[in-house]
């Protein structure tokens, strides 16, 4: 069933569509023609009025690119690596070594399904503790081998079932968030579309972050928050509008460094595009990280995250 949002482009695809099915006669190429330029011109019309909670919609769409979709566009000879050397592999989390524009990289992603089996083998992109423990062992190797680290979040969440919870999800994400904070190898996270609270934050602990423009990030679900507030999911347009979870709203918080751009229509109408603006963005902000010594990356990320959370130039403290 169609969002909303794309409710006033239905009709127009559609007439495309059945235009370009029919025999070639004259003057059907510049109706054609036509028809996609006044669709591209909607398109942007609407994409440019999304409502927060339309925006999370978007970043749910079935057909934006996910993580080994990055990996297929932007890095060569990708080796994935498997397991915590704990308990399991999470095949929620994709993580392995790779080369971007020739240099050895650690790559680090959410992985959710297209279909209903890969959906469930993917656990819908949400991750168990031996997921987050498998990311961070490849962390640690990065950071031995003086790697940087490209990480790609895109997650409802971590997994809230009773094995996650028995195993200690909570310690697994904790963990990594402290020792993502000081890994002396540059880090470079980008929110491709779902950030869900600490399922995300575990691997987001990076010198740079960067957003995608129809992406969200935020510590709960838009249904989540509204059935705690107001005991009623269904106002969940309500809640994304409060919690200020879009891209422009983060930016103007100073809680991401750089938004992405995307094609009209959003991610998954032209991944080429998309992955040529992200492509563009990680490689200057690897070139400016890589020429700060490793004690000044620690440095500099601590007091990046340090910062967050200030009005008015003073600290909030918690008692």
């Not at 279909?115 to 990065?142: C, V």
């Not at 691997?203 to 510590?219: C, K, T, W």
């Not at 200020?244 to 991610?267: C, N, Q």
Request: proline share 7%.
């Amino acid at each position: 069933m169609p969002e909303d949002y794309e409710a006033p482009l239905l009709e127009l695809e559609k007439k495309i569509e059945d235009l370009a099915s029919q025999p070639a006669v004259p003057g059907v190429e510049n109706e054609l023609q036509r028809l996609r330029r006044e669709l591209d011109a909607k398109r942007r019309q609407v994409f440019a009025a999304l409502t927060p909670w339309q925006k999370t919609l978007v970043a749910r769409h079935p057909a934006r690119p996910y993580t080994l979709d990055y990996i297929n566009a932007l890095f060569t000879e990708f080796a994935e690596l498997h397991g915590d050397r704990r308990f399991a592999d999470d095949p929620a989390l994709v993580c392995g070594f790779a080369f971007y524009k020739e240099r050895p990289v650690a790559v680090i992603g959410h992985q959710k399904g297209r279909d209903t089996k890969q959906k469930i083998y993917r656990n819908f992109g949400m991750p168990k503790p031996e997921g987050y423990r498998k990311a961070l062992r490849i962390m640690k190797l990065a950071e031995k081998f003086a790697r940087p680290i490209i990480t790609f979040v895109d997650t409802p969440g971590a997994y809230p079932g009773l094995d996650a919870e028995e195993r200690g999800q909570a310690e697994a994400i904790a963990y990594n968030l402290r020792e993502m904070a000081s890994l002396k190898v540059p880090v470079v996270v980008n929110v491709t579309g779902e950030g869900g609270s600490g399922g995300a934050l575990a691997i987001a602990v990076g010198d740079r972050v960067n957003m995608l423009e129809h992406a969200v990030y935020s510590v709960i679900t838009p249904e989540g928050c509204a059935a705690i507030l107001w005991r009623d999911a269904a106002r969940a347009p309500e809640a994304a509008e409060a919690m200020k979870i879009t891209a422009s709203d983060l930016a103007s918080f100073g809680l991401v460094d750089a938004v992405v751009p995307e094609p009209a229509g959003g991610a998954q109408t032209d991944p080429e595009s998309l992955f040529r603006s992200l492509d563009e963005v990680i490689e200057g902000q690897l070139r400016e990280l890589s020429a700060l010594p490793p004690e000044a990356l620690v440095a500099a990320r601590y007091e990046k995250f340090r910062r967050m959370g200030h009005l008015g130039g003073e600290f909030l403290e918690t008692t």
